[in-house]
């Protein structure tokens, strides 16, 4: 199984560098001042846009903290080694990383905000699912992940997006149910 972890990474590493300036940006971008601000910002705009677009952008948050608390624990858990540490033959487009690479955080984070967004926007949501494409092959083009580990982190960050959407329906069922009861006692 490593070795056609080792072959579709070298496939994507060794893709054109007309590619590297979009996937070094969509590797590397979250970690830049301009677009952490601008995703704070449109955080701000969604939760102040109403009921719908606050509960998925409070949703999302919760989602993506779990699925990158998730895939950190993975890989203190599980010792992975990433392709730049490990490979000899391969293009590194960023700083070498040299901690495990089990799941990848960035397609972890990527997934469950896509999961969510399509989850209550429905088409509207799609052109996430494109970002967290598009990010997790960044990590494999840059250097960073294996193919797997990108898979596990999508992995990690639907299954994190999914729990969060349930319990909180649970917890809005639970509550109603609370006050449905309270109401009848009440009659």
Known sequence: MHGLDVSLFHWINDWSAQWKDLYVFFSEATKGTPVR???????ALLIA???????????????ILMSNSLADGLKHAIHMLRPCVELQNMTLRV??????????SHAANMAALAFVLCY??????????????LTGLSRVYVGVHYPSQVL????????CAFLVIKTWEAFLRIRANKHEGTERRDS
Request: proline share 4%; glycine share 14%; with cysteine.
């Open 120 to 133: 209550y926007f429905k088409g509207w949501g799609t052109p996430w699912i494109l970002v967290a494409i």
């Open 95 to 104: 700083g070498l990383l040299d901690s495990y690479g089990t799941a990848s």
């Open 37 to 43: 601000i601008g995703i704070a910002v449109i955080l």
């Open 152 to 159: 596990l982190g999508y992995i990690c960050g639907v299954v």
């Open 49 to 63: 846009a109403g009921p719908t677009t606050r509960r998925a952008a409070l949703i999302s948050v919760v989602a």
